[in-house]
């Protein structure tokens, strides 16, 4: 965290009011650093903003000792119209996969404090709200035994925490890292952590559910590189897999081309039209898993045209499946 000791006392009440709202507040020791505060000026600036009627909560003890706002605070003065709170309902829906983890009860709470301020029709028309909007389910992640893993990176995330963790990839042994967190991303109903490992130096994707321990290092901080941009380091990726950009055209028949225009499949995708009714998506991005299998599930209504190893590789899994689907004459 910044110093802001320089700040005058009003202006350190109002950042020390801003980062009490935060989820799950922040430690006492970060504050007095930070404003350069003993403890004895702290309690003072906490009773002063007791004094304006601000609900302050403390808990814990010693280093561990947080200060945050009464997560009531200020919701007499909110009203949400129907289509926000709808909006809030389905939006939900899209976090389904996260069910037995703290994430999805923060949220649920959230959305339950908020139900009140909605008027009395509006609320009973949001009660019908299941029978009318539906996230269908998709083939997601299961993480209701990884709830104390999950809470673990959104607080070294949060506090910006160094992290010891041990994590299996798909294929191969378990190993050890030490872990900069720097974003947690959601793709295709599954959780994934962008950190920085402490020894390569370089940010890599690690699948959640794929972390056999996870626990941030409190009292060590890190300084989240001022240029990251979690955008820009997946641009390229076709998913969530990051690699080398290249150029990859694909052919899609006439029997499927409809449906590949409905579509964008990548942020550099063009379409070009065959007189035949066919048509190509030409894109610029990594060869990743995710893309050999987009391809694959179009069968022979997809050619992979360029490169030329990856219409071999896409060769070689077809005809590695049409001998195990061989029938015998």
């Known amino acids: 965290m910044s110093d802001h000791s320089g700040l005058n006392k009003g202006q350190k009440m109002v950042r020390l009011v801003e980062w009490m709202q935060r989820r799950g507040g922040i430690r006492v020791t970060e504050l007095e650093s930070s404003f350069d505060l003993d403890p004895r000026s702290l309690r003072r600036y906490l009773s002063d903003l007791r004094d304006l009627g601000l609900p302050v909560c403390e808990e814990g003890r010693g280093d561990e000792r947080t200060v945050y ?11 949400l119209n129907l289509g926000e709170m709808i909006s809030l309902r389905f939006g939900r829906t899209l976090f389904n996969f996260l069910e037995g983890t703290g994430f999805a009860e923060d949220l649920n709470q959230a959305i339950d ?3 009140p301020t909605m008027s009395r029709g509006n609320a009973d028309m949001v009660q019908q709200f299941d029978h009318t909007f539906v996230a269908v389910p998709e083939h997601a992640k299961d993480y209701r035994e990884q709830g104390e893993v999950v809470d673990e990176i959104l607080s070294a995330l949060l506090y910006t925490n160094v992290a010891d963790a041990t994590y ?3 294929r191969g042994n378990p190993r050890e890292y ?3 967190p720097l974003t947690l991303a959601t793709y295709r109903q599954g959780l994934y952590l962008f950190a920085r490992d402490a020894e390569e130096g370089r940010v890599k994707t690690f699948a959640v ?13 890190f300084d989240r ?9 997946v641009r390229d990726a076709y998913g969530i897999t990051v690699g080398e950009r290249r150029t990859v055209l694909v052919r899609f028949s006439p029997q499927v081309a409809e449906f590949i225009r409905e579509r964008q499949w ?4 063009g379409l070009m039209e065959r ?4 048509v190509e998506v030409l894109l610029r991005c990594a060869v990743t898993p995710e893309l050999k299998q987009w391809i694959l599930g179009y069968a022979a209504d997809a050619e992979v045209l360029e490169p030329a190893d990856l219409r071999q590789e896409i060769h070689n899994t077809l005809v590695e499946a049409a001998q195990r689907y061989r029938v015998e004459p």
Not at 69 to 79: H, T
Not at 275 to 278: A, K, L, Q, Y
Request: charged share 40%; glycine share 4%.
């Open 178 to 180: 030490v872990l900069e």
């Open 168 to 170: 299996r990839a798909a």
């Open 225 to 233: 590189p001022a240029d990251w941009d979690p955008q820009a380091f």
């Open 266 to 269: 990548h942020r550099s995708q």
């Open 113 to 115: 404090r908020l139900q």
């Open 275 to 278: 007189p035949d009714g066919s």
């Open 69 to 79: 706002l009464d997560p009531a605070y200020r919701r007499a003065g909110v009203q």
């Open 209 to 221: 559910e794929r972390f056999q321990d996870f626990t941030r290092r409190r009292k060590e901080k």
